[in-house]
């Protein structure tokens, strides 16, 4: 069974719609009980980085999920919830994001129009993820204004370009994350989410 973390953030009946489409069974929930028994968690997320935090840590969720990852279940991140796993974001200064990567997200800069919204190429930069169940160079849905700077290179499985390249997915061990939207990204996007996912069947 798969668990979509629903925390109030957005997104979570798109995610769950797309994955019914794939026949993987998925429940909304925000109980901590729900999440650790579930085979695979997903956290998606739309919104601003500070309130999406605020309302994990007065759940409890933040540690809820960092005991998940830790517990080297499969974890797929997208959009903010890419974002929350490192550790703060300029979005919201003073504001600990998760920690489970090291880095911050940053502002995309003057005179790009923010948020960047829509079709963008994502190109691996190493293998080692569900992206390789897709072609390189696909495009996909993206709606954001931030993005993650990783501390360590080797976290980023991809990048787009908007400006300057810039982080569009992560792999740390059992942790996957994508920037854009593979839920709105048609039938690539279902694709990369049945490979995702495919450790839940």
């Not at 929350?84 to 880095?103: K, M, N, Q, T, Y």
């Not at 829509?118 to 993005?147: C, E, I, K, M």
């Not at 290179?153 to 992560?170: I, S």
């Amino acid at each position: 069974m798969i668990a979509i973390v629903d925390y109030g953030a957005g997104n979570v009946a798109s995610v769950h719609k797309a994955l019914a489409h794939l026949g993987r069974a998925s429940v909304l929930s925000a109980d901590p009980a729900v999440l650790r028994s579930a085979d695979l968690v997903v956290f998606p997320g739309q919104g601003h980085f500070g309130q999406a935090m605020a309302r994990l840590t007065s759940t409890g969720l933040d540690d809820v999920l960092r005991e998940v990852i830790a517990s080297g279940k499969p974890f797929v991140g997208i959009c903010l919830g890419l974002q929350l796993l490192f550790d703060a974001s300029d979005e919201a200064p003073g504001v600990p994001g998760l920690g489970v990567l090291r880095g911050r997200c940053v502002a995309f800069q003057a005179p790009l129009k923010v948020p960047q919204i829509g079709w963008n190429q994502v190109q691996r930069v190493r293998p080692g993820s569900a992206l390789d169940a897709v072609p390189d160079g696909q495009f996909f849905y993206f709606v954001h204004t931030y993005h993650a700077v990783a501390d360590d290179a080797q976290d980023v499985v991809a990048t787009a370009d908007y400006g300057a390249p810039f982080t569009a997915a992560v792999q740390r061990g059992n942790v996957f994350a994508a920037q854009f939207h593979p839920e709105k990204s048609g039938e690539v996007g279902l694709q990369l989410l049945r490979a995702a996912t495919a450790a839940a069947c």
